[in-house]
């Protein structure tokens, strides 16, 4: 059974930095792409980075470049979000997903693409 746990959100500044981390199980995490989603309230939930199974490719939201930076450990089953200079849009809850049907090779955008999901963590920015 896969399981994927995020843990890291908080409430924050505008301006001011925070890691998000899922830890997943119950998979071979280093085969998969990963990916980071964000829904705010009465919002679809929207793309925000993926990482291909290497780390070797990533994608990311427009409304991110340059300030979110996705990476994972896969000796530790684990990928992260570095997200720095938070602006108050950035308030929302912050989803990890697997991608277990593609080979690890596309880092998706697509939320259709992705199989299993974690339970969310609250990131609320303050302006």
């Known amino acids: 059974q896969v399981q994927l746990v995020e843990s890291g959100g908080g409430l924050v500044q505008a301006g001011d930095s925070l890691r998000l981390s899922c830890a997943a199980s119950g998979l071979t995490f280093s085969r998969f792409a990963m990916g980071w989603f964000r829904q705010a309230p009465g919002k679809e939930r929207e793309f925000v980075a993926a990482?291909?199974?290497?780390?070797?490719?990533?994608n990311y939201a427009d409304s991110v470049k340059g300030r979110f930076t996705i990476s994972r450990d896969n000796a530790k089953n684990t990928v992260y979000l570095q997200m720095n200079s938070l602006k108050p849009e950035d308030t929302a809850v912050y989803y990890c997903a697997a991608d277990l049907r593609g080979y690890g090779l596309v880092p998706s955008a697509f939320p259709s693409r992705y199989d299993d999901w974690g339970q969310g963590t609250q990131v609320t920015v303050s302006s």
């Open positions: 990482i291909t199974w290497s780390g070797g490719r990533t």
